[in-house]
C-alpha cells in the first residue's frame, strides 16, 4: 500500500514538473509542430526497437530507451497535460515501469511487456495531440 502510493506520488510530482513548458498556446495542436511531431513519432519507434532487444540484449535496450525514446517521452507527456492530465499521468506511470526494469543489470522479465504498454500508451498520447501514429505492433 505504501509502494502504491509512493508511485501515485510521485506520478504526480512527475506530472506537475512537465507541465511548465511556458508556451503561451493552449491548443495540443498548434503546440505540436511537424519538426516536434515527426521527433516524438521516432521516440516511439524506439521504443519498439528496445522492445525487440530487451530480452537478447538488455544493454542495447537500455541505450536505445535512453538515447531515442526518454525526452521524447517527457515531451509527449508535457504537450498532453494541457489536453489529457490522466493520460500524461499514465504515459509517465508507464515510464517510469520502463525506467525501473532497465535500471538494473539484468533487467526484469517484464521488460519488453512493460516496453509494450508504454508504446500503447505513446501511441495514445500522440493519437490524442493529433500527431499520425505509425508505430509497431
Do not use: K, N, W
Request: aromatic share 2%; charged share 15%.
Amino acid at each position: 500500500m505504501v509502494a502504491r502510493a509512493t508511485v501515485a506520488a510521485s506520478v504526480i510530482l512527475a506530472v506537475s514538473a512537465c507541465g511548465g513548458s511556458g508556451g503561451t498556446s493552449t491548443t495540443a495542436r498548434s503546440t505540436t509542430s511537424t519538426a516536434v511531431a515527426a521527433s516524438l513519432a521516432s521516440g516511439v519507434e524506439g521504443l519498439c526497437l528496445a522492445r525487440s532487444q530487451a530480452a537478447g540484449d538488455p544493454p542495447a535496450a537500455r541505450g536505445t530507451f535512453y538515447d531515442r525514446s526518454h525526452d521524447a517521452m517527457h515531451t509527449i507527456a508535457r504537450q498532453l497535460e494541457a489536453v489529457d492530465r490522466a493520460l500524461a499521468a499514465r504515459l509517465l506511470e508507464s515510464m517510469q515501469a520502463v525506467e525501473a526494469d532497465l535500471s538494473t543489470q539484468s533487467p526484469a522479465a517484464s521488460s519488453a511487456a512493460d516496453l509494450g504498454r508504454l508504446i500503447d500508451v505513446a501511441d495514445q498520447g500522440l493519437a490524442r495531440l493529433s500527431v499520425p501514429v505509425g508505430t509497431c505492433r
